[in-house]
């Protein structure tokens, strides 16, 4: 290791360039070299005295970096001053301070860093973006999250200022924003969601065309369970503007009910949440067949003849889909409609479904004969050992959540505890 030293010292910036000094040779973007001193340099980077000392190179290439960043960082190092630095090159300067370990200068980076976030206020979009970008570069490519810390305290101050620099910050190239850019803002909005949930309803609103990846990432993450106990009104905009989507999918469609059983809170109704599911009414799971069949027995043949039933799962979730959400309508399973229904598993050849699935599926008090009934035919369950989604036989667990098979959706609430059948199935 190099001599024990302390820096920061002043070893005096006159002597960089110094023909007499100068044995180690920095190699700058355009053109010429600065000639500094390696044990200088040592005494502040370890790795430089490793690269220097033990491996005995006589230059450094440092290319890569600003031309200004790396004569502010040599000029630190032989002043013990971290001068000369501004937003314009901090980032290269403290990528230099990290990838040459020298320690003291990646403290006053930090430092400095922080007196620039302190200085936000959030009325100068510019600068706002400056801290805002630093923390996401620092988490992303430094892996330091301690940046990305400082610049959410100071904005959990500012709510209102926030809130405009982001509708800024996504709604300029939104369809183009990148997923770390997404993940920062959900960071640093952190629970109190309120604003950003106004703010892509207003998106939607305006672009009614359909939802892009973007969108879609950011609903399906966002904490909307908080919004909701402060503003459901912010909630109810937003399911509105979903229903008048003029072109969607079955991405779409898992998204919104993801999206509604989060806004669930213990006070709302099943009928207040198949309300908001209706609110899609342009929506579908499987292709039109199961919303506009008029009857059950016509939802039945539709289903042994559809080339979109492909496994158990698609089938029982199809049934609930029209009994629960499309028709609202208590069907009887006397023993005509059983047989039938046992009479279609067994022409598609499907597979026995979970339990616990049909536990799930099937929960609320007016499904309690339909559950009895599945349950009494071998054919229809199984346990988790025996209970194959997919042809190619890979077995799947399956708990109370949203399930996607293939391109389908089911969706389940949360398993009761009240349940009949809670415990054996």
Same mark, same amino acid.
């Given at each position: 290791?190099?001599?024990?030293?302390?820096?920061?010292?002043?070893?005096?910036?006159?002597?960089?360039?110094?023909?007499?000094?100068?044995?180690?040779?920095?190699?700058?973007?355009?053109?010429?070299?600065?000639?500094?001193?390696?044990?200088?340099?040592?005494?502040?980077?370890?790795?430089?005295?490793?690269?220097?000392?033990?491996?005995?190179?006589?230059?450094?290439?440092?290319?890569?970096?600003?031309?200004?960043?790396?004569?502010?960082?040599?000029? +630190?190092?032989?002043?013990?001053?971290?001068?000369?630095?501004?937003?314009?090159?901090?980032?290269?300067?403290?990528?230099?301070?990290?990838?040459?370990?020298?320690?003291?200068?990646?403290?006053?980076?930090?430092?400095?860093?922080?007196?620039?976030?302190?200085?936000?206020?959030?009325?100068?979009?510019?600068?706002?973006?400056?801290?805002?970008?630093?923390?996401?570069?620092?988490?992303?490519?430094?892996?330091?999250?301690?940046?990305?810390?400082?610049?959410?305290?100071?904005?959990?101050?500012?709510?209102?200022?926030?809130?405009?620099?982001?509708?800024?910050?996504?709604?300029?190239?939104?369809?183009?924003?990148?997923?770390?850019?997404?993940?920062?803002?959900?960071?640093?909005?952190?629970?109190?969601?309120?604003?950003?949930? +106004?703010?892509?309803?207003?998106?939607?609103?305006?672009?009614?065309?359909?939802?892009?990846?973007? %969108?879609?990432?950011?609903?399906?993450?966002?904490?909307?369970?908080?919004?909701?106990?402060?503003?459901?009104?912010?909630?109810?905009?937003?399911?509105?503007?979903?229903?008048?989507?003029?072109?969607?999918?079955?991405?779409?469609?898992?998204?919104?009910?993801?999206?509604?059983?989060?806004?669930?809170?213990?006070?709302?109704?099943?009928?207040?949440?198949?309300?908001?599911?209706?609110?899609?009414?342009?929506?579908?799971?499987?292709?039109?067949?199961?919303?506009? #069949?008029?009857?059950?027995?016509?939802?039945?043949?539709?289903?042994?003849?559809?080339?979109?039933?492909?496994?158990?799962?698609?089938?029982?979730?199809?049934?609930?889909?029209?009994?629960?959400?499309?028709?609202?309508?208590?069907?009887?399973?006397?023993?005509?409609?059983?047989?039938?229904?046992?009479?279609?598993?067994?022409?598609?050849?499907?597979?026995?479904?979970?339990?616990?699935?049909?536990?799930?599926?099937?929960?609320?008090?007016?499904?309690?004969?339909?559950?009895?009934?599945? %349950?009494?035919?071998?054919?229809?369950?199984?346990?988790?050992?025996? #209970?194959?989604?997919?042809?190619?036989?890979?077995?799947?667990?399956?708990?109370?959540?949203?399930?996607?098979?293939?391109?389908?959706?089911?969706?389940?609430?949360?398993?009761?505890?009240?349940?009949?059948?809670?415990?054996? #199935?």
């Amino acid at each position: 290791m190099a001599p024990k030293v302390t820096v920061p010292t002043d070893f005096g910036k006159h002597l960089i360039n110094s023909p007499g000094h100068g044995n180690l040779a920095i190699q700058l973007q355009e053109g010429a070299d600065i000639k500094v001193n390696s044990a200088i340099l040592s005494f502040n980077s370890p790795v430089i005295y490793n690269l220097t000392t033990d491996l005995h190179q006589t230059y450094l290439e440092m290319q890569d970096f600003q031309r200004s960043a790396v004569e502010r960082f040599v000029e +630190a190092m032989y002043s013990g001053e971290m001068e000369g630095v501004y937003s314009t090159n901090f980032r290269d300067f403290h990528k230099l301070s990290l990838v040459f370990d020298v320690s003291w200068l990646v403290d006053r980076c930090d430092e400095y860093f922080k007196s620039q976030v302190d200085g936000v206020d959030g009325h100068d979009y510019e600068e706002t973006l400056f801290v805002v970008e630093e923390a996401r570069y620092s988490l992303n490519k430094l892996k330091k999250r301690n940046h990305l810390d400082y610049v959410a305290e100071r904005m959990g101050n500012m709510k209102t200022q926030r809130d405009v620099f982001f509708e800024r910050y996504l709604m300029t190239d939104f369809s183009n924003c990148s997923k770390d850019q997404l993940d920062l803002v959900l960071e640093l909005i952190g629970p109190d969601s309120d604003g950003l949930v +106004a703010m892509l309803t207003k998106h939607i609103t305006a672009n009614t065309k359909s939802l892009d990846d973007n %969108m879609r990432y950011l609903l399906s993450n966002i904490n909307v369970s908080l919004c909701e106990r402060n503003d459901s009104e912010i909630c109810d905009k937003l399911m509105e503007a979903l229903s008048g989507l003029e072109s969607t999918t079955n991405s779409d469609f898992k998204m919104s009910l993801n999206l509604i059983e989060r806004f669930r809170t213990p006070s709302k109704s099943l009928r207040h949440t198949k309300e908001r599911i209706k609110k899609l009414s342009n929506v579908s799971l499987l292709p039109d067949m199961v919303r506009e #069949c008029s009857s059950f027995d016509q939802l039945l043949t539709v289903l042994s003849e559809s080339q979109e039933v492909t496994n158990s799962y698609i089938f029982y979730d199809a049934l609930w889909i029209w009994m629960y959400l499309v028709n609202d309508q208590l069907v009887k399973f006397d023993k005509n409609l059983t047989d039938r229904i046992l009479k279609i598993h067994d022409d598609l050849q499907l597979n026995p479904i979970l339990k616990s699935y049909i536990a799930g599926l099937y929960r609320h008090d007016s499904a309690r004969k339909v559950i009895a009934t599945f %349950m009494s035919f071998d054919k229809i369950h199984a346990e988790p050992s025996s #209970c194959f989604l997919f042809p190619s036989q890979e077995v799947f667990h399956f708990d109370s959540s949203f399930i996607l098979t293939e391109r389908k959706l089911s969706f389940q609430f949360p398993k009761p505890e009240s349940c009949s059948l809670a415990g054996k #199935c």
